[in-house]
């Protein structure tokens, strides 16, 4: 006979107490046999009495923070996500070489003259004339030149890039965690995309106007999709379990 009070295992895990009561029961453990639920909870199993026995060995008396071990947890990850971003350069440079154009003519203006690529978000709101409001109190004159405007407009949008790390103050470290703000990212990120191709229009194979509007819409549809999608995951991400390892709490 097993004392039903005695701490059980499934048999063919870590063998590893739980900690607390925030675990799932022994038959919840039992039911996961396979798969990777079964080797997701043992690992997440595995750092949690990790955690605690570094809490109950530590000296500091304030505050510990939970956390994966750097070595193997996070360095194995990765060492594998560079090795996979190197490896793709490396096909992409050996595959797809970059073509070398002619050297460049000092006596000849191209025709189309562009920033570098990078720089193409900034270009385009130097495009923003057509939102430069006209005042009819000025005689339908605008406030101020369409170039003024565009500068105004780069000032703006470096000026809202840089608040945002002060307004957001959390400890999430996945998107999941922060469905707006990850949201407010995909906003960005596709803003940025946006208002590049617009710094292009004229290379484009669409309609000038239709690109203006494009250039506005599709952020919001993206950001507003990207809201739903995290929103709709945090049940099944298991965001309870993976939140606890990233969050403040004293010592027990």
Do not use: C
């Not at 990120?189 to 203006?212: C, D, G, Q, R, W």
């Amino acid at each position: 006979m097993t004392d039903e009070n005695e701490p059980q295992t499934d048999g063919s895990g870590t063998g590893i107490v739980p900690p607390d009561d925030e675990t799932p029961s022994w038959l919840e453990r039992k039911q996961r046999t396979q798969g990777l639920s079964r080797l997701t909870y043992e690992y997440f199993e595995r750092a949690r009495r990790e955690d605690q026995d570094l809490r109950q060995e530590s000296s500091y008396v304030e505050r510990d923070v939970l956390a994966f071990p750097t070595w193997p947890h996070e360095m194995i990850r990765n060492l594998s996500i560079t090795s996979f971003f190197v490896g793709m350069i490396l096909f992409l440079s050996a595959t797809l070489p970059p073509h070398l154009g002619p050297p460049a003519d000092p006596s000849s203006t191209p025709a189309i003259i562009l920033p570098d690529w990078y720089l193409y978000w900034s270009f385009g709101l130097l495009k923003l004339g057509p939102l430069n409001p006209e005042l009819t109190i000025l005689g339908g004159d605008k406030l101020m030149a369409d170039r003024t405007y565009g500068v105004v407009a780069n000032v703006v949008v470096v000026g809202i890039i840089a608040i945002v790390p002060f307004l957001n103050k959390g400890s999430a470290r996945r998107p999941v965690e922060e469905p707006f703000w990850a949201a407010v990212g995909v906003f960005g990120v596709t803003f940025a995309i946006t208002i590049s191709a617009l710094s292009i229009k004229n290379l484009l194979p669409i309609n000038a106007h239709l690109a203006f509007d494009l250039t506005f819409l599709l952020p919001i549809v993206a950001g507003t999709m990207a809201y739903a999608v995290l929103k709709s995951m945090r049940e099944g991400y298991m965001f309870s379990l993976n939140r606890r390892y990233y969050r403040l709490r004293p010592p027990k």
